[in-house]
């Protein structure tokens, strides 16, 4: 066995506690440590799982390789929130312990019944010559916090049809039964997703793949989610294999949903319009969701991709979970916004006026490293306009609006260390001009950008100079006229 192979399958179990504290002290050194996003406290943190609400709060689990940013032996990390804004380390949650998890326990989803949750996960295993086996298990936590797996896995083989990449369960109930959308690659390498059932979580049925209109759309379709919004049906998942298409696909793997009709259970069918990129940035994958009890239904997603390298990597970690945010549809468009909580995080606030003429300014209060900044600019004839933001000397993040383009954009070509140059360091997307909106959540090493109300979102890592504080408005080719609000957090 090479190597690698070894290295990425050692268990935190098997290292000494000295090596961990000496890990974790490399980690806390780091400058680009987030302040309001959750984060690894050492390794690589990837796909969320298991987000749901029980017993007066909200508990979200993670995919967690703990020794090194890189993707080795996964755990399930467990955190917990009472407001969606403070989150408290509850540890790990499952442990790849058994023989139907040995090689890592993958992503899935959370469920309460009979008064408990039911974690329903992949349990990644591999043979003697290193070929995957997956299963799907179960993990119940009870009242008391406490995680207990099931002794054997509840469906522990691939339907005919399908290659061993048959993962990531996303569970519901509808009427007295379970249902499930599963991951699933077909034998002639087409993504797709699979749908399963159970009368009791216990015992699940493969019922067959999920009828859609994306025929040969990618090679793998990771970590689907099915949930419905006043009636309407939305598969959310993420498709490995898009090739690039104007300003659509650039990233390395892509993540997106379709929007239409309610899954037809019976006939596994759904009937859907075109799919659409759900985030518009360079870091954005495996979106999760859960409906809490107010009805909302709330999103999180990893702040990274696969196979990117990021600055962090040499401080002996990797990624975060995006801030959470509530969706709704509007238009026929699936549209996201922060959900009310993270104004718990504000504190100085400072306000700024004017019209621009091809001028870039600054303002008193406007500057930073962790902070939310609402912006809003009229054009006028201004050909194009918009903010540089973790800006000094000679770094900058830019949002604009080209006028000429009719896009917004997104440029961290000078944000700092690069990330992921192979893929270009610009994002654009088609939106209307006339008065354009920019909410801005800015954290040590990453933003999130939420235009026009979240009908566009753009998250993306940076890693700028900790120096690098200053907020600008510019506008060039003409005027434009803004007004903008900004608080510490």
């Keep these: 066995?090479?190597?690698?192979?070894?290295?990425?399958?050692?268990?935190i179990e098997e290292v000494s506690q000295e090596?961990?504290?000496?890990?974790?002290?490399?980690?806390?050194?780091?400058?680009?440590?987030?302040?309001?996003?959750?984060?690894?406290?050492?390794?690589?943190?990837?796909?969320?799982?298991?987000?749901?609400?029980?017993?007066?709060?909200?508990?979200?689990?993670?995919?967690?390789?703990?020794l090194g940013p890189f993707h080795g032996?996964?755990?399930?990390?467990?955190?917990?929130?009472?407001?969606?804004?403070?989150w408290e380390n509850a540890g790990?949650?499952?442990?790849?312990?058994?023989?139907?998890?040995?090689?890592?326990?993958?992503s899935g989803s959370a469920i309460e019944h009979d008064g408990k949750i039911y974690l329903f996960y992949t349990g990644n295993t591999r043979d003697e010559n290193f070929i995957r086996n997956p299963h799907q298990c179960i993990a119940v936590m009870d009242s008391d916090g406490t995680i207990t797996k099931l002794e054997k896995s509840v469906f522990d083989k691939v339907p005919e049809g399908y290659t061993e990449h048959f993962r990531d369960p996303k569970v519901w109930k509808e009427g007295e039964r379970f249902y499930a959308v599963i991951g699933a690659q077909k034998t002639d390498e087409i993504g797709c997703v699979g749908l399963m059932s159970s009368s009791d979580l216990l015992e699940w049925n493969f019922e067959g793949e999920l009828t859609t209109k994306l025929d040969h759309f990618g090679y793998m379709w990771e970590c689907p989610d099915y949930f419905e919004i006043?009636?309407?049906?939305?598969?959310?998942?993420?498709?490995?294999?898009?090739?690039?298409?104007?300003?659509?696909?650039?990233?390395i793997y892509q993540s997106g949903y379709v929007l239409g009709e309610k899954l037809d259970l019976q006939q596994k069918e759904l009937t859907h319009g075109s799919f659409v990129e759900f985030d518009r940035g360079f870091d954005f994958y495996a979106p999760h969701t859960m409906q809490d009890s107010a009805g909302r239904r709330i999103v999180v997603a990893w702040m990274g991709l696969p196979e990117n390298e990021y600055p962090s990597d040499i401080n002996g970690w990797a990624h975060c979970l995006t801030i959470p945010r509530e969706l709704s549809v509007q238009n026929g468009k699936l549209v996201q916004k922060p959900v009310q909580e993270l104004q718990y995080l504000r504190k100085g606030k400072a306000e700024a006026a004017g019209t621009l003429s091809n001028e870039k300014k600054t303002?008193?209060?406007?500057?930073?490293?962790?902070?939310?900044?609402i912006c809003e600019i009229e054009?006028?004839?201004?050909?194009?306009?918009?903010?540089?933001?973790?800006?000094?000397?000679?770094?900058?993040?830019?949002?604009?609006?080209?006028a000429a383009q009719g896009k917004v954009i997104l440029d961290r070509s000078l944000s700092g260390?690069?990330?992921?140059?192979?893929?270009?360091?610009?994002?654009?997307?088609?939106?209307?001009?006339?008065?354009?909106?920019?909410?801005?959540?800015?954290?040590?090493?990453?933003?999130e950008i939420f235009v026009n109300d979240g009908e566009e979102v753009f998250t993306s890592r940076i890693f700028p100079d900790i120096k690098s504080r200053e907020i600008r408005f510019f506008a060039a080719g003409g005027c434009a006229a803004f007004k903008a609000v900004k608080w510490d957090f």
């Design 417 to 447: 260390k690069e990330v992921g140059k192979g893929y270009g360091t610009e994002r654009k997307c088609q939106m209307p001009g006339g008065k354009i909106k920019f909410h801005l959540f800015v954290d040590t090493s990453s933003v």
């Design 1 to 11: 066995m090479e190597l690698q192979k070894i290295k990425k399958y050692i268990r």
């Design 230 to 251: 006043e009636n309407q049906g939305i598969l959310l998942f993420s498709p490995q294999g898009l090739e690039p298409k104007g300003d659509n696909y650039q990233n």
């Design 73 to 86: 032996l996964k755990y399930w990390y467990h955190t917990k929130s009472k407001d969606l804004v403070n």
């Design 379 to 402: 054009s006028g004839d201004a050909v194009e306009y918009g903010i540089e933001f973790r800006a000094g000397e000679e770094e900058k993040t830019v949002i604009k609006y080209d």
């Design 19 to 66: 090596e961990i504290d000496a890990l974790i002290l490399r980690v806390n050194n780091c400058s680009w440590r987030q302040t309001f996003h959750i984060q690894p406290i050492s390794g690589l943190l990837n796909d969320p799982n298991g987000f749901c609400f029980y017993k007066g709060e909200y508990h979200l689990f993670y995919q967690w390789h703990p």
């Design 92 to 106: 790990i949650a499952i442990k790849p312990d058994a023989y139907f998890d040995s090689h890592g326990a993958y």
């Design 363 to 373: 303002y008193d209060g406007f500057s930073g490293v962790t902070y939310e900044l």
